[in-house]
């Protein structure tokens, strides 16, 4: 398997799996829309054919893993794809990597808890919100669950900024 950046010559095949996966090309995630062909990512490759997909969003420290596509479950396909990411963010000096996933999608959730992603939020009645911006997400996902929260993970990286949305406690900060 190859692992490559994601180029211009991608997108006609970036555009038509995620409008078959996600309805459009269109990512909705905290209440951003992402238009997926405008991010750059990572492409997996088995002899020549698209085999997976993850698109990114860096940010101030923090890098979004806004699509993770694997088309051969259970191959190591999205591992290595989440791997060349977390590369990509620590060479962008990020302190985090983070995802939005529904909470209808159970095999995403235990993938990312397996990889030792932590559950951080769950946004109760998100999706909602996010068909606001993408009318086309579904209200049940593939496993016939209703599609109504976003959970949040992420994968530290280091420490993050000082300040960035740390609350002191009763027991102190240092």
């Known amino acids: 398997m190859e692992i490559r950046p994601v180029g211009v010559e991608d997108l006609p095949w970036v555009r038509r799996v995620l409008s ?18 405008d991010l750059p990512g990572f492409l997996a490759e088995e002899g020549g054919t698209p085999i997976g997909l993850l698109l990114y969003h860096m940010g ?6 806004v699509v993770l596509l694997s088309l051969q479950e259970r191959t190591g396909v999205a591992t290595q794809l989440l791997a060349r990411a977390e590369q990509a963010a620590r060479g962008a000096g990020c302190y985090r990597l983070w995802l939005v996933t529904t ?5 995403a959730i235990a993938f990312y808890q397996a ?18 911006l993408k009318p086309e997400i ?24 000082p300040n960035h949305g740390m609350q002191p406690t009763a027991y102190g900060r240092g």
Do not use: M, Y
């Not at 996600?22 to 238009?35: E, K, Q, W, Y």
């Not at 101030?60 to 893993?65: I, K, N, P, S």
């Open 103 to 107: 909470n209808d999608n159970q095999s």
């Open 60 to 65: 101030a420290r923090e890098c979004e893993v």
């Open 138 to 161: 579904p209200e049940r996902g593939t496993s016939g669950l209703a599609k109504e929260d976003e959970i949040e993970f992420e994968f530290t990286l280091g420490d993050p900024p």
């Open 115 to 132: 990889r030792g992603w932590r559950q951080v939020a769950v946004r109760r009645g998100a999706v909602a919100e996010a068909r606001r």
């Open 20 to 37: 078959e996966t996600f309805a459009s090309p269109r990512i909705v995630s905290r209440g951003v829309l992402h238009v997926a062909t």
